[in-house]
């Protein structure tokens, strides 16, 4: 079998195994479906495409693509022992093989078969490796010259500049290279010698020639074929777990006391969009959190649909009415959907606080933080720690060694800062503790049940609670549902974490009898629930504020006021709030006020006293707001504009209609119809229909579809009518409809 010629030749000589490999590694070169192997080849030499499967190289297969460039394999075949010259001895034959299978599943290279000999390299990767393997360009000045013999004679400090830059990239950066710098300088010598070549005025370049003599057998350099293993620190899985089961609680209930404050007060809409910097810094004044925890939490909540921007005229950030079914839910199940929220945000909370180009600050929640590919980056961090064995953890500096090695394309300058910000967030959504995956984030990355993972490595939810006699009430773990609401209503939390503690103020006793809680259900609440002794000071503390709450009534009348203590009364229509809310007394238990009932309560409690709202029946009304909710329009969809890999039906799908595209294109008939549009033409297309149909024979024809695509394809006529043809299309594996009058030409395929 001759070698062959082109790109488009050699796809032509691959497996449909081979094809659909191909696919899956590029799948940009799937959409849309190839007509035939020359628009593959076509497309799969484009500088965009070659780009992107340049990005998925680890760094000795680029070494190798380098290599073949500076071969020359652009131009005329390469073989091993140019490689080997160029990769030096150390490098194993094996490695570069391996490397060279791998480019030419990618078809970055291709030739005649799966050996060494024979290679070419896509031109296309020229403008994609500009400065290819770590070589400067030739000095005029040594073409004529000894260059071994010439270095031999440099003192160690001019020598010393340049074996620095053999050892990477022949660039430099210097103040020394500008002109008007003394000429007794290192640099300037080294420069008027030709030993070294100006860029700029700050940057000079390494010779080939120097830089051949200065590596010896390593002309390209220092070469790593093989992926860096750094010592992971090993740990216990339960720790794991459990500080991850710690940080797991602590977003929860961050998110929730975020959502909370949202609802009371939603937090206005830059011009921009946004998270205004004022607004982050009260929503954390009212949480308690810091403003980069604000941040985070929002931008979570605002990816999980549980709050977000209304249509108002001044829009504002407000919680969604699915909030309300989140908190509701089981601690695992949250955890799960902000957990998930977070690995597909096509956005970077990292950059929150950094300074864009008019050197502003980048706040939550503004369009300035979107960025499509940053699930891929996050899971391309987080695979590596999915790669070790259980229980393992690498620190920032070690992931990115392994990354620069394995994609040393991605990231660029902001790898560091990259892996930085995925690892401080995904600790921070209980993926990770103590720098190793947690069972829940493996659970979330391998796509398995992460609710499931989480609850199994949660506290199990306790029902009691330990009251101190400092009126502090200490929880030893998650409560469950029922007891956690009834003990926020009548404590406020002072620190949370493994065990929360609550604190008992008069203040919060009388949040409680606004519910809607009398004195004997408290008594009663920290008497069944505490493991500990009620201290004497929490009863009387009950006491004493129920003995004052509730004694003075409000109702609608607009409002009115009840109470039985005459004295009381009269002490309210005497004070100044009395003429502030229009208060009028009917009688000396009663008076009725013109303002609403709600601010005649916030009127009375300012001003020192301590009434209560009630109903018809005269039962206690909770009349706290349950805040501020929309209507939540449908999350919106994490779609980045990449390419993903085709199904493997879809793959040969495509590789089906490639092989078709080969054939009609191979038939290349000379005698057929073509259609202009008119009759004549029309009715001999329909009479070499009907004949292949009537002989049971294929016909080649040309097709333009409805979006405008035009292609070559063979098929076997079934039935002609009412302008349609319908036949078995081999490149859609079964029975097709064409639009007659969408056929450009026709002519009978050869027996």
Same mark, same amino acid.
């Given at each position: 079998?001759?070698?062959?010629?082109?790109?488009? $030749?050699?796809?032509?000589?691959?497996?449909?195994?081979?094809?659909?490999? %191909?696919?899956?590694?590029?799948?940009?070169?799937?959409?849309?479906?190839?007509?035939?192997?020359?628009?593959?080849?076509?497309?799969?030499?484009?500088?965009?495409?070659?780009?992107?499967?340049?990005?998925?190289?680890?760094?000795?297969?680029?070494?190798?693509?380098?290599?073949?460039?500076?071969?020359?394999?652009?131009?005329?075949?390469?073989?091993?022992?140019?490689?080997?010259?160029?990769?030096?001895?150390?490098?194993?034959?094996?490695?570069?093989?391996?490397?060279?299978?791998?480019?030419?599943?990618?078809?970055?290279?291709?030739?005649?078969?799966?050996?060494?000999?024979?290679?070419?390299?896509?031109?296309?990767? %020229?403008? &994609?490796?500009?400065?290819?393997?770590?070589?400067?360009?030739?000095?005029?000045?040594?073409?004529?010259?000894? &260059?071994?013999?010439?270095?031999?004679?440099?003192?160690?400090?001019?020598?010393?500049?340049?074996?620095?830059?053999?050892?990477?990239?022949?660039?430099?950066?210097?103040?020394?290279?500008?002109?008007?710098?003394?000429?007794?300088?290192?640099?300037?010598?080294?420069?008027?010698?030709?030993?070294?070549?100006?860029?700029?005025?700050?940057?000079?370049?390494?010779?080939?020639?120097?830089?051949?003599?200065?590596?010896?057998?390593?002309?390209?350099?220092?070469?790593?074929?093989?992926?860096?293993?750094?010592?992971?620190?090993?740990?216990?899985?339960?720790?794991?777990?459990?500080?991850?089961?710690?940080?797991?609680?602590?977003?929860?209930?961050?998110?929730?006391?975020?959502?909370?404050?949202?609802?009371?007060?939603?937090?206005?809409?830059?011009?921009?969009?946004?998270?205004?910097?004022?607004?982050?810094?009260?929503?954390?004044?009212? !949480?308690?959190?810091?403003?980069?925890?604000?941040?985070?939490?929002?931008?979570?909540?605002?990816?999980?649909?549980?709050?977000?921007?209304?249509?108002?005229?001044?829009?504002?950030?407000?919680?969604?009415?699915?909030?309300?079914?989140?908190?509701?839910?089981?601690?695992?199940?949250?955890?799960?959907?902000?957990?998930?929220?977070?690995?597909?945000?096509?956005?970077?909370?990292?950059?929150?606080?950094? #300074?864009?180009?008019?050197?502003?600050?980048?706040?939550?929640?503004?369009?300035?933080?979107?960025?499509?590919?940053?699930?891929?980056? #996050?899971?391309? &961090?987080? *695979?590596?720690?999915?790669?070790?064995?259980?229980?393992?953890?690498?620190?920032?500096?070690?992931?990115?060694?392994?990354?620069?090695?394995?994609?040393?394309?991605?990231?660029?300058?902001?790898?560091?800062?990259?892996?930085?910000?995925?690892? $401080?967030?995904?600790?921070?959504?209980?993926?990770?503790?103590?720098?190793?995956?947690?069972?829940?984030?493996?659970?979330?990355?391998?796509?398995?049940?992460?609710?499931?993972?989480?609850?199994?490595?949660?506290?199990?939810?306790?029902?009691?609670?330990?009251?101190?006699?400092?009126?502090? @009430?200490?929880?030893?773990?998650?409560?469950?549902?029922?007891?956690?609401?009834?003990?926020?209503?009548?404590?406020?939390?002072?620190?949370?974490?493994?065990?929360?503690?609550?604190?008992?103020?008069?203040?919060?006793?009388?949040?409680?009898?606004?519910?809607?809680?009398?004195?004997?259900?408290?008594?009663?609440?920290?008497?069944?629930?505490?493991?500990?002794?009620?201290?004497?000071?929490? *009863?009387?503390?009950?006491?004493?504020?129920?003995?004052?709450?509730?004694?003075?009534?409000?109702?609608?009348?607009?409002?009115? %006021?009840?109470?039985?203590?005459?004295?009381?009364?009269?002490?309210?229509?005497?004070?100044?709030?009395?003429? #502030?809310?229009?208060?009028?007394?009917?009688?000396?238990?009663?008076?009725?006020?013109?303002?609403?009932?709600?601010?005649?309560?916030?009127?009375?409690?300012?001003?020192?006293?301590?009434?209560?709202?009630?109903?018809? *029946?005269?039962?206690?009304?909770?009349?706290?707001?349950?805040?501020?909710?929309?209507?939540?329009?449908?999350?919106? #969809?994490?779609?980045?504009?990449?390419?993903?890999?085709?199904?493997?039906?879809?793959?040969?799908?495509?590789?089906?209609?490639?092989?078709?595209?080969?054939?009609?294109?191979?038939?290349?008939?000379?005698?057929?119809?073509?259609?202009?549009? *008119?009759?004549?033409?029309?009715?001999? !297309?329909?009479? @070499?229909?009907?004949?292949?149909?009537?002989?049971?024979?294929? @016909?080649?024809?040309?097709?333009?579809?409805?979006?405008?695509?035009?292609?070559?394809?063979? &098929?076997?006529?079934v039935s002609i009518g009412a302008g349609v043809l319908e036949g078995f299309d081999s490149a859609a594996a079964g029975i097709r409809r064409f639009s007659l009058h969408r056929i450009t030409s026709v002519a009978l395929a050869e027996e």
């Amino acid at each position: 079998m001759s070698d062959p010629t082109s790109l488009a $030749a050699w796809l032509t000589r691959l497996s449909d195994e081979q094809l659909a490999a %191909l696919l899956e590694l590029r799948p940009d070169l799937a959409v849309p479906p190839p007509a035939d192997s020359t628009v593959l080849a076509t497309r799969a030499g484009l500088r965009a495409s070659v780009s992107r499967a340049a990005d998925e190289l680890n760094a000795f297969e680029l070494l190798v693509l380098e290599a073949l460039i500076l071969a020359h394999a652009t131009e005329s075949p390469a073989d091993a022992s140019d490689l080997k010259e160029l990769l030096g001895k150390p490098v194993p034959a094996a490695r570069i093989t391996e490397a060279l299978k791998s480019l030419r599943k990618r078809a970055l290279v291709w030739g005649p078969d799966e050996e060494i000999p024979g290679v070419r390299v896509v031109p296309a990767v %020229l403008e &994609v490796l500009p400065r290819a393997g770590q070589i400067g360009r030739p000095s005029t000045a040594l073409l004529t010259v000894d &260059v071994a013999a010439t270095l031999a004679e440099l003192d160690p400090a001019r020598l010393g500049l340049l074996t620095a830059l053999a050892k990477g990239a022949p660039f430099g950066r210097t103040r020394d290279a500008a002109p008007g710098t003394p000429a007794d300088r290192p640099v300037q010598q080294l420069l008027a010698a030709g030993l070294l070549l100006p860029v700029d005025d700050n940057t000079v370049e390494l010779p080939s020639q120097v830089s051949a003599v200065l590596r010896g057998g390593t002309p390209m350099g220092e070469v790593a074929h093989t992926d860096p293993r750094p010592k992971p620190r090993k740990l216990q899985q339960s720790d794991i777990d459990s500080t991850a089961a710690g940080a797991a609680l602590e977003l929860l209930r961050h998110s929730a006391a975020l959502i909370e404050a949202l609802g009371v007060a939603p937090a206005a809409v830059l011009r921009s969009g946004g998270l205004g910097v004022r607004e982050a810094r009260k929503l954390a004044k009212q !949480t308690d959190l810091d403003e980069a925890r604000v941040s985070l939490v929002a931008e979570l909540l605002a990816a999980a649909g549980l709050i977000a921007s209304d249509e108002a005229a001044d829009p504002s950030w407000t919680p969604t009415t699915a909030a309300d079914s989140w908190a509701a839910a089981e601690p695992a199940v949250r955890w799960a959907g902000l957990a998930s929220a977070w690995l597909e945000l096509p956005r970077l909370p990292g950059l929150i606080g950094k #300074r864009d180009e008019r050197d502003k600050p980048l706040v939550a929640l503004s369009e300035e933080l979107r960025r499509p590919l940053a699930p891929r980056d #996050r899971r391309r &961090v987080l *695979s590596v720690l999915a790669g070790l064995p259980h229980a393992t953890a690498l620190n920032a500096e070690q992931l990115n060694t392994v990354l620069a090695w394995r994609r040393p394309r991605w990231g660029g300058r902001l790898r560091p800062e990259l892996i930085s910000w995925t690892l $401080a967030e995904a600790t921070a959504l209980a993926l990770l503790g103590r720098g190793a995956l947690s069972s829940p984030g493996r659970a979330l990355l391998a796509g398995e049940d992460a609710a499931a993972a989480m609850a199994a490595v949660l506290p199990p939810a306790v029902d009691h609670f330990l009251v101190q006699a400092d009126l502090t @009430v200490v929880a030893p773990g998650p409560l469950d549902a029922e007891l956690e609401h009834e003990i926020a209503l009548v404590a406020d939390v002072e620190s949370a974490g493994a065990a929360t503690v609550y604190r008992v103020s008069p203040d919060t006793v009388r949040r409680a009898l606004d519910a809607g809680r009398s004195a004997a259900e408290l008594h009663a609440l920290f008497a069944l629930r505490s493991r500990t002794p009620v201290p004497q000071t929490l *009863s009387y503390l009950i006491d004493d504020v129920a003995r004052r709450h509730g004694r003075l009534r409000a109702g609608t009348a607009a409002s009115f %006021l009840r109470c039985d203590d005459e004295t009381l009364l009269a002490e309210v229509l005497a004070s100044p709030v009395s003429s #502030r809310l229009s208060l009028r007394g009917l009688a000396p238990t009663v008076a009725v006020s013109s303002a609403p009932l709600a601010e005649v309560l916030n009127g009375l409690r300012a001003a020192g006293f301590a009434p209560a709202a009630e109903d018809r *029946s005269g039962a206690v009304l909770d009349l706290r707001s349950r805040g501020a909710r929309i209507e939540m329009r449908g999350r919106p #969809r994490r779609r980045v504009p990449t390419p993903t890999a085709p199904s493997d039906e879809q793959r040969a799908a495509v590789v089906r209609g490639v092989r078709a595209g080969d054939r009609a294109a191979a038939m290349n008939p000379t005698t057929r119809v073509v259609t202009d549009g *008119s009759r004549a033409t029309g009715m001999a !297309t329909m009479a @070499v229909l009907q004949q292949a149909a009537r002989a049971g024979r294929s @016909v080649w024809i040309g097709y333009v579809d409805a979006q405008g695509v035009a292609s070559q394809r063979v &098929v076997e006529p079934v039935s002609i009518g009412a302008g349609v043809l319908e036949g078995f299309d081999s490149a859609a594996a079964g029975i097709r409809r064409f639009s007659l009058h969408r056929i450009t030409s026709v002519a009978l395929a050869e027996e």
